[in-house]
């Protein structure tokens, strides 16, 4: 609550200190907004990162809405004009604090980047509503969609498994038959509301970037994305390209190969992923792991070993597979008021 209140209060004197002086204050502003950036990231994160311990938590669920509204209403009453009028600055004044402050010179990068989007931007009053309707816009749709998945239950063996475990017994089976029965109480378990609630959550996300890049002047659904990767659309044309002329092709290749070293004359579509008969399914506990890893790290380098030991001893690490929990892996990088720090999640069924 005390953060909550200390952002509010930073995000008001940001912007009566700031707006429509920005030719002026410029350093002192992005000093600012970097504390204030800091300061939201730290309540976000906190919330997102308990979120995804179990998705399927109402209460956590209530208040990282109600906070993700509030700040999303800090940004579009007090935020909004800060990058509308970094973009319009002349460039001899960038240049001239480029030439006189530090700050400036580490944050040209970041500044220059923003610049891109210049012809992009829409008016303050458009861009502040839009800050507003974040919360309730596609996003929402992407995140009950991960609720719904954590959510779903499939039984094999006697008993309940979620999708995760059951996407790792396909992939490690060595019967053929178990695999197909495998594959099939998936798809049975994806079928019905969940196959809907996917068809329409990929419609309303693809609806409303179409609107939106039509709206922004962007030329093609990659245009902004691109500029963000800071690529060009030739470089993605050239990966698109190089996929499909020649990934495609070894792909076939090797899933030829696969089926003779299984003795299949055909690949099912749940033999993809089955082990080849060569391969190692040795199961490695947690503890063995965690010791493998931090080896191979100080093998490499002691500076980064430090660091993923720290992980551990600061218990950084949520690994068990468990009902609720966001599936897949991530790493989760942010910036704290006063220091730096990660958060790494996954699932580790053999804990």
Known sequence: QRDRKELEKMAKSFSQTHKGLLAETLPAAIADYSEIDMLSGKIMSFLSLFEST????????????????????????????????????????????????????????WIEHIRIFKEHFLEEAVESALAKRTPFGPGTWSQFF???????EFEFG????????????????????????????????????????????????????????NERGYTH?????????????????????AVRDVAGPLTKRYYRLKAK???????????????????DTTEIPFEDAHALVSEAYRDFSPTLAELVESFFEK??????????????????????????????????RLL
Do not use: C
């Not at 998705?55 to 509030?70: D, G, W, Y």
């Not at 659904?221 to 390209?241: K, Q, S």
């Not at 690994?319 to 942010?334: D, E, I």
């Open 221 to 241: 659904p990659m245009d902004a994305r691109n500029r963000d990767n800071r690529v060009t659309d030739e470089m993605v044309t050239a990966l698109h390209l």
């Open 158 to 213: 006697g008993e309940k498994k979620t999708l995760t475990e059951m996407l790792h017994l396909l992939g490690e089976s060595k019967n053929a038959e178990e695999r197909r029965i495998i594959q099939k109480i998936t798809n049975e378990g994806l079928k019905g509301a969940f196959s809907k609630y996917s068809a329409q959550t990929l419609y309303m996300a693809v609806g409303a970037k179409s609107i939106e890049d």
């Open 261 to 279: 070293h299984l003795s299949l004359p055909l690949l099912r579509w749940s033999d993809r992923n089955a082990p080849l008969p060569f391969t």
């Open 315 to 348: 218990h950084r690490i949520d690994a068990p597979a468990v009902k609720g929990k966001r599936g897949g892996a991530f790493n989760h990088s942010l910036v704290l008021p006063g220091n730096r720090t990660a958060y790494v999640s996954r699932s580790y």
């Open 146 to 152: 991960d609720e719904f998945e954590a959510d779903l």
């Open 54 to 109: 179990d998705v399927t938590n109402a209460a956590v669920k209530a208040k990282l809405a109600e906070i993700e509204q509030e700040i999303s209403s800090l940004q579009g009453n007090f935020l909004t004009f800060f990058e509308l009028e970094l973009v319009k600055l002349k460039d001899e004044v960038l240049e001239k604090w480029y030439a006189e402050n530090e700050l400036m010179r580490k944050h040209r990068p």
